[in-house]
């Protein structure tokens, strides 16, 4: 099949070409814009308690009672608030609600704190009509723009946060991520690309192709989300740059380092082209195969975040690999050895190659191989139980320095750490009657008492009164791992139990919402993990025709992911101090570590299966294995490891995590399982590993494999 796929990609290069510009036009003409969203509770399913209580807010209380933007107002001396500085604060209030922004509904001054140290402005916006609308960024941005007039000779300093705040920043923080991780992630393929092969033309051929199939990529992921109504998480955007350059750069790397063998060995540049995809196409179409599949496992999640950000990259990788089988090669097939100008090094086979030393080395001793390489992980992987998930995702995707997250600290000067974004007990009529009003005090302190809960307001009423709202302001902070614990264990307990006979209580506010998102994901864990390495076992077997194989390649890649895991629990949680990581790292990293992986183990196993083939003993065959398939390994490790890096220089934990994560993650499989592990154990289990087939010997007559005859 490849090698009818080369055949007809070499003889007809400009068709090849053309039908990819005139499809291009056609998807980045006519599809809709990606949007993303950064609103967490849009990826919950219904039934969850927090999405029935914004059910519940949205009918009984259309006009939103939670301020979307805060002003955060302290002396410039940091001293208490006099009362007249409490009037200039109400005067500023007044003054920026007279000036009519757009979308903002109401400016409330309310009184200083307590100790008076910070006082506060609540800003209510209009609330969001879809993912992409920007009407309450661009009315936090206009706030943010006024402000400093208001507060000129004043002796008081101020700054917005509060949820649009944070909404606003982060998207402010993406694009500059997105810049950063751009230019850095296309900055380390060319250099890395010209010391490998020392040319400027392979350098710039998956920059240039790449670069126009992330626009068809892009294309077909925002018909994909209009067609099935999925959610884009904000965080998609700076994925699909690094997946697409890094995992096209790897199709890449498989088939040139493929072609240029060929040419070494003989072959004029057409045959070698169309011998490198018919032995390469294999390999490539089967590891893009194990992640395609791997991405749309997520489909099986409850959050939609997941549901929604796997077919997104399972789309960019599909899209890769078409063009990896069809377009690389008819560019380069058109370009021939000029490919490689100025080098002249493609012609001579290196001397002295160092892959050489390792492949012998393991081929004589691969149980020693097999041991340190698979003792290390395991001790890495001990860390992983120290794993904590942490659902800031809100600070997290921004910058430590801005605005929100500034005065998000300040706020806590003189309020409860959650008074940026507290909770909501809804206490609602299952009658349809008016609630008993001596009911509803009883009620309140018995919520106040809750250990975790700071204050809880006075209900406010419905206009039938048949829903009260009690405003629950947290002692910690919302997304923190104390308040989660405060909402799923004794605040809903109380809530649930202290409830009138005739009520219901549901309790509501972005706390609860990642409550009711990690019990999602803890589902999710224990669904979406096991189908996804049942799935691409079967690819596996399919490829090697073997039962044996998959399993340990599977339990390999398995440990490479607990190795990761650890380390980055290390590094994070041990060495710096942080309470905890992103809550979706594990599966992030479990589809990029176990399917990437996966990548290497398949371009690994195949060579070794080919010199096998060639008639070489297992121990000879892993060891050319390392010296043939060893470069290409290291080279693809190293570039999509580099370029899953370049997340950590986005200047917030969220992408910082990942990138570390990941970039750790494939460097673990690719230098050490890959090299090093995977090809030991199959060495020390020899034809046993190919069980029930004789995958590993030359085909005899009919296409039959027999073990004493060598391939011709």
């Keep these: 099949m490849f090698a009818a796929v080369g055949r007809f990609v070499v003889r007809h290069p400009v068709w090849v070409i053309v039908a990819w510009v005139i499809a291009a036009a056609a998807v980045i003409g006519f599809a809709p814009t990606l949007t993303a969203t950064t609103d967490e509770a849009s990826f919950l399913p219904s039934h969850y308690e927090s999405i029935r209580a914004i059910e519940v807010q949205r009918k009984a209380f259309p006009q939103a009672t939670t301020p979307a933007a805060i002003i955060v107002f302290e002396r410039q001396d940091d001293a208490p608030l006099t009362d007249a500085d409490a009037a200039k604060v109400a005067a500023i209030g007044q003054a920026l609600g007279g000036q009519r922004i757009r979308n903002v509904v109401a400016v409330v001054p309310t009184p200083p704190s307590p100790n008076r140290l910070i006082q506060i402005v609540a800003v209510q916006l209009n609330p969001q009509r879809s993912a992409g609308d920007r009407s309450q960024a661009d009315a936090v941005q206009a706030l943010r723009d006024a402000l400093p007039a208001q507060l000129a000779d004043s002796g008081l300093k101020a700054g917005i946060t509060g949820t649009a705040a944070q909404a606003l920043d982060a998207q402010k923080s993406g694009d500059r991520a997105n810049a950063i991780i751009g230019v850095a992630t296309i900055g380390l393929i060319l250099v890395l690309l010209l010391i490998i092969f020392r040319s400027p033309i392979i350098a710039l051929l998956p920059v240039v192709v790449i670069g126009a199939v992330s626009q068809v990529a892009t294309g077909l992921i925002a018909w994909a989300n209009d067609a099935f109504d999925l959610k884009t998480d904000s965080s998609v955007s700076a994925m699909l740059i690094v997946v697409l350059f890094g995992v096209g750069t790897d199709y890449i790397l498989f088939l040139m380092f493929r072609y240029r063998e060929r040419l070494r060995m003989g072959e004029d540049p057409k045959t070698a082209m169309i011998n490198a995809v018919a032995r390469a196409g294999e390999a490539i179409a089967s590891a893009a195969g194990a992640v395609i599949i791997a991405f749309l496992a997520l489909i099986l999640s409850t959050l939609g975040l997941f549901r ?25 097939s058109l370009l021939g050895t000029k490919v490689f100008w100025p080098s002249k090094a493609w012609r001579h086979e290196p001397t002295g190659a160092r892959f050489t030393a390792i492949g012998r080395s393991l081929g004589r001793r691969p149980a020693l191989y097999a041991a340190v390489s698979g003792g290390a992980l395991v001790v890495l992987a001990v860390f992983a139980l120290g794993f904590h998930p942490n659902f800031d995702l809100s600070s997290g995707s921004t910058a430590t320095e801005s605005e929100s997250n500034v005065w998000s600290g300040e706020l806590r000067k003189g309020l409860p750490a959650g008074a940026t974004e507290p909770s909501n007990v809804f206490l609602r009529s299952d009658t349809g009657a008016p609630l008993p009003a001596e009911q509803l005090g009883g009620y309140r302190e018995r919520l106040a008492g809750v250990p975790g809960v700071g204050q809880v307001a006075e209900p406010a009423l419905s206009p039938d009164r048949t829903v009260a709202n009690y405003v629950v302001t947290l002692a910690d902070t919302p997304q923190s791992a104390a308040a989660l614990r405060t909402v799923d264990g004794p605040l809903r307990k109380t809530a649930h139990a202290a409830a009138p006979d005739g009520t219901t209580a549901l309790v509501g506010g972005i706390t609860a919402v990642f409550v009711d998102i990690q019990a999602a994901v803890d589902r999710d864990y224990a669904v979406v993990f096991p189908v996804a390495a049942v799935l691409i076992m079967v690819i596996l077997g399919l490829l090697l025709r073997s039962i044996v194989a998959p399993w340990y390649l599977m339990l390999s890649v398995g440990l490479g992911f607990a190795a990761t895991l650890g380390a980055t629990v290390l590094i994070f949680q041990i060495g710096l101090g942080e309470p905890g990581l992103i809550f979706i790292l594990p599966v992030i990293m479990y589809l990029f570590v176990v399917a990437l992986g996966t990548d290497y183990n398949i371009l690994m196993i195949a060579r070794l299966r080919e010199e096998a083939r060639e008639g070489r003993s297992p121990r000879d065959a892993a060891s050319m294995a390392i010296r043939h398939a060893g470069p290409t390994v290291a080279a693809a490790g190293l ?63 009919g296409g039959r494999h027999r073990r004493d005859e060598p391939i011709a």
Excluded: K, R, Y
Aim: net charge negative.
């Design 308 to 332: 929604s950000l796997g077919p997104a990259l399972a789309i960019a990788v599909a899209t890769t690999l078409v063009a990896g089988l069809t377009l690389i090669p008819a560019v380069v």
């Design 639 to 701: 570039i999509l490891a580099g370029t899953f890096a370049s997340l950590m220089l986005a200047g917030n934990s969220t992408l910082t995590q990942m990138g570390f994560a990941i970039s750790c993650g494939i460097a673990i499989v690719a230098f050490v399982m890959s090299l090093f592990l995977t090809p030991a154990i199959t060495a020390l289990l020899g034809h046993a590993a190919w069980w029930p087939g004789h995958e590993d010997t030359a085909p005899g007559p």
